[in-house]
């Protein structure tokens, strides 16, 4: 799907290594499945750290980051970037030693029961006020799944609600706070980080980006376009769009990637996620070529992330090129299977080198 009529022509774009920062790369054999794919293309990563059990404490991230280092290919420069999941029974002490030594780079807070994983995740915002005091004190981000719990409000609905509702009530109580609203889905949301974006960011995923809510009933129900926050109208695809390529300094990417095995994604009540690691740079690159803007891919992949975090950019590079590459329509762990998202994008866009610094 495009909003726009005329793409953009060149042959090919270098810029410098981007960052995903927002990546699920689950644990044991999954990991070392797909862990392969986002260091094809990234140099660094914010892990999610909704395992089972999830990551709550400075101990339990630690080594989980050593396990995917340890599924690292030889030779890989990729460096993972470990996040806190939040609960009502957070310690505030452990977090900000976690932070002080390195280990956390940002904390997740999960409204209990929004998405995968989340049933450990926080039920009111009021029960981790003196952690969020604690994280403004330090500067340690954090990172939100904006989305209400409330049953009683549309799906579709949920992520505005969240911005009414919460968010709202959150920047005031805690100007000092640095905030990530990610996986945005809708234009109210990209208005009101823009409203906000002395204090926020936002990242945009590569679905989001191609595809609305029509797109997960086209022909019959399409369960592996289904994730959360679910796609919403066109238009508010079109805003994502806007945003995304727009150069301005509070969007960045994330993408996203969610596996799941495909008898999990096509049961009679399928999990909420979309794989797209393998794709992502190549969906990327092909909806800013459709919006004329790979001009500023750069901006918005390399160096929009580090600066909101407040790291380096990347100093080597990538080359983009306009030609079709070999992505597998899925990847095998074991016996199961994980469904490759967009793998169509790798028919006009390839990563074709990472260029070192």
Known sequence: MSSSDSTTKSAAVVIRQPDDWHVH??????????LPHTAAQFARAIVMPNLKPPVTTTALAEAYRRRILAALQPGSRFQPLMTAYLTDNTDPADIADGFKRGVWVAAKLYPAGATTNSQAGVTDIARIHSVLAMME????????????????????????????RILGKLLKDFPGLKVVLEHITTAEAADFVRAHAAQMGATITPHHLMINRSSIFEGGV??????LPIAKREHHRLALRKAATSGEACFFLGTDTAPHFVHLKEAACGCAGIFNAPTAM?????????????????TF??????????????????RLERKAAAVPETVAVGNDSILVFATEAAGQWSVAEVVPA
């Open 301 to 318: 992949a390399s160096l929009n992330g580090p600066r909101f975090y407040g790291m380096p950019a990347n100093t080597a590079q990538i």
């Open 282 to 298: 190549q969906c990327y690159a092909q909806v800013f070529a459709e919006e004329n803007a790979l001009d500023r891919l750069e």
């Open 222 to 227: 399409r369960p592996h376009l289904y994730c």
């Open 25 to 34: 790369l689950r644990d044991g054999e999954v990991m070392a499945a797909v």
């Open 137 to 164: 004190k330090i500067g340690m981000p954090i990172l939100l799944h904006g989305e209400v719990t409330d049953h009683s409000v549309d799906i579709f609905d949920r992520e505005t609600v969240f911005l009414e």
